[in-house]
Antibody, heavy 122, light 107 residues
């Protein structure tokens, strides 16, 4: 079935980097954009960025410009999101999500990964 | 950025009740509005897109309406499995933004 499977829990110190993976299966990986969003404890959802798995073009929320990068590996149908210069406010569950329409960005997230908890603590 | 204001922030209702959640955008987003259901420890689930179109497999007791700046999602007859937090999300402009969520509980 169509699914996104993310990497496991991470614990990092302030100033470090974290790289979260999102492996797609059950559909043509290169056809659908992948979004990243996060949810801090007690907070709502926050959209972070989007990547075109075919070609790797990315767009980021201004808040994360310069601290986030994303890459795509079509050979393994996996997208990676790296967040640098971590601070305690980055403690959150990070989700990848598939854009529902192939070939262009729509902004409807029809399949979500299970989430990756990232804790930033000294 | 477009701000999405959801109300109420929490809601307690009985099984069988009709439940309505509202979402207001800070500016016109046409019908570019989604609703998601998020259960604790699970991935969010798409319920409604384009403000009123039910995602495949979503029970018909869920419905959505609205356009412009004011939107609603209704559960016609609340079921125990509907306990979750519900979010609206606009996709008229980047960055996509979510409402702060409505935590739905059974009375």
């Amino acid at each position: 079935q169509v699914q996104l499977v993310q990497s496991g829990t991470e614990v990092k110190k302030p100033g470090a980097s974290v790289k979260v993976s999102c492996k797609a299966s059950g559909y043509t990986f290169s056809s659908h954009y992948i979004h990243w969003a996060r949810q801090a404890p007690g907070q709502g959802l926050e959209w972070m960025a989007i990547i075109n798995p075919s070609g790797g073009r990315t767009t980021f929320a201004q808040k994360f410009q310069g601290r986030v990068s994303m890459t795509s590996d079509t050979s393994t149908s996996t997208v990676y999101m790296e967040l640098r210069s971590l601070r305690s406010e980055d403690t959150a569950v990070y989700y990848c999500a598939r854009d529902s329409i192939g070939t262009y960005v729509r902004g409807v997230f029809d399949i979500w990964g299970q989430g990756t908890m990232v804790t930033v603590s000294s | 950025d477009i701000q999405m204001t959801q109300s109420p922030s929490s809601l307690s209702a009985s099984v069988g009740d009709r439940v309505t959640i509202t979402c207001q955008a800070s500016r016109d987003i046409s019908n570019y509005l989604n609703w998601y259901q998020h259960k604790a420890g699970k991935a969010p689930k798409l319920l409604i897109y384009d403000a009123s179109t039910l995602e495949t497999g979503v029970p018909s007791r869920f419905s959505g309406s609205g356009s412009g700046t004011d939107f609603t999602m209704t559960i016609s007859s609340l079921q125990p499995e509907d306990i979750a937090t519900y979010y609206c999300q606009q996709y008229n402009n980047l960055p996509y933004t979510f409402g702060q969520g409505t935590n739905l509980e059974i009375k």
